[in-house]
């Protein structure tokens, strides 16, 4: 049923390494689940509100702070992967300094910022010192994000897998030992340490496929600009902000007239779906990245996007009938809201294709069809979260909702541009 891939991959062992990839990401989201339900029960379920408040914030700013350069990183860095070494070593220099410089740029104006978020928009003091810790985070995140781009585009997928497995099993250990000793700051601590551990990971991993290159002395060539990098990364920070703005608004809503308890089944909730979503996540990276270097045909899409369709669905139905179970995992407290988990089971296939079109619209660079279904998303999300959010189901529906208007938006304009039907 993946003619197209195997065909087009089969010779650089892509498949082998983003298979690799999966298994390393799946350790890492093991991990995230294990220490969520570790921090409900030791910090009680208004702290994981929090947890989910400051990560989500955190996300959003970081978003601001990459700029898209993940995703151009990917593109520019796969595309060079036809001419030469050199230029591959030139992109991703260029595409890491301008993430440094944003990275320092937003950690100035998080610290900036953190009384306004913490007293003004959900109204907890509480939250200031956390968001101060979490501003470690965003410079950390946005150079991981950039350098997980550029081991894309290298197709560097089994040395992603290590990061995140390494990772994956430190943080379980360590975020139960910091959170017994200091609480919910020792939650951060640890996120920052596994930022950080993450960090030097990849440089290690990019830096090592890089060096025969460096010993031999070869001269750039072909050198890319930086307006020609900043160009397309633009359009892509464009749709992020849509993106995460929205959620980050939403959940804000939430928190004003639901409170943290509410936040934090929510933040539960999402995490099922993101390990629902890792197989349509990973393969995205991986399409886009083939479809930058070679291209990758409509017909083959199709049979991509009905496999990952009934596979998430499959699983997304199955779990369903087990959503009391799983939310009572977390916390008993959060068991009457168990119809929250439901729609984002429901959720979870559609947000698949809606990320696997994504992906290869921006692999095709149709920037403009990503930036109207980001907006198309973060309408309905934004609207339907002021209209109607006074709980998590209300914000579990609306989420269905957006994505569903994004795929439709999304799957229209590719049919017509390229006969997806």
């Not at 992603?160 to 601590?189: D, R």
């Not at 020609?228 to 007239?257: C, D, E, H, P, Q």
């Not at 936040?263 to 083939?290: E, K, R």
């Amino acid at each position: 049923m993946f003619d197209l891939i195997i065909k087009k991959i089969t010779s650089s062992k892509l498949i082998n390494k983003s298979l690799w990839h999966l298994l390393g990401t799946l350790i890492s989201k093991a991990a995230v689940f294990i220490t969520s339900i570790l921090a409900v029960r030791l910090l009680g379920p208004e702290n994981f509100g929090r947890i989910g408040i400051i990560q989500q914030t955190t996300a959003m700013l970081i978003t601001f702070s990459v700029m898209g350069l993940s995703q151009t990183a990917i593109l520019f860095v796969g595309n060079s992967s036809n001419k030469s070494l050199s230029d591959q070593i030139f992109v991703s220099k260029k595409i890491f300094r301008i993430g440094l410089l944003t990275s320092l740029i937003m950690f100035a104006l998080y610290l900036v910022l953190v009384d306004f978020i913490a007293y003004e928009v959900f109204g907890d003091g509480e939250l200031k010192s956390l968001l101060q810790l979490c501003s470690l985070v965003l410079v950390g995140s946005t150079l991981n994000q950039v350098q997980f781009g550029v081991m894309s585009g290298l197709g560097l997928f089994n040395k992603m897998a290590l990061t995140n497995i390494s990772t994956g099993l430190l943080s379980v250990p360590l975020t139960y030992y910091l959170m017994v000793e200091q609480g919910i700051q020792g939650f951060v601590l640890a996120l920052i340490i596994n930022c950080w551990i993450t960090f030097i990971l990849n440089r290690f991993f990019i830096n090592k496929n890089f060096r025969p290159l460096k010993v031999l002395g070869t001269k750039f060539i072909n050198e890319p600009s930086y307006y020609s990098i900043m160009k397309y990364a633009s359009s892509n920070v464009i749709g992020a902000i849509l993106f995460t703005g929205s959620t980050w608004f939403a959940l804000s809503v939430l928190s004003r007239r639901g409170g943290l308890e509410e936040v934090g089944v929510f933040n539960a909730s999402m995490q099922i779906f993101s390990i629902l979503y890792l197989l349509p996540s990973i393969l995205s990276q991986v399409l886009m990245s083939v479809t930058a270097q070679s291209g990758i045909n409509s017909n083959s899409l199709r049979k991509i996007i009905l496999t990952i369709f009934m596979l998430v669905s499959f699983s997304s139905f199955l779990l369903s009938y087990f959503n009391t179970e799983i939310l009572s995992i977390y916390s008993k407290d959060f068991i009457k809201y168990s119809l929250a988990l439901t729609w984002i089971l429901a959720t979870v296939p559609v947000a698949s294709i809606v990320n696997i079109l994504d992906h290869y619209s921006n692999g095709l660079g149709l920037v403009k069809v990503r930036i109207v279904s980001h907006l198309t998303f973060a309408l309905f999300y934004s609207v339907l979260a002021l209209i109607n959010v006074n709980n998590p189901i209300d914000l579990a529906l609306a989420l269905f909702f957006a994505y569903l208007a994004r795929f439709l938006i999304l799957y229209c304009f590719l049919s017509i541009r390229l006969r997806l039907i």
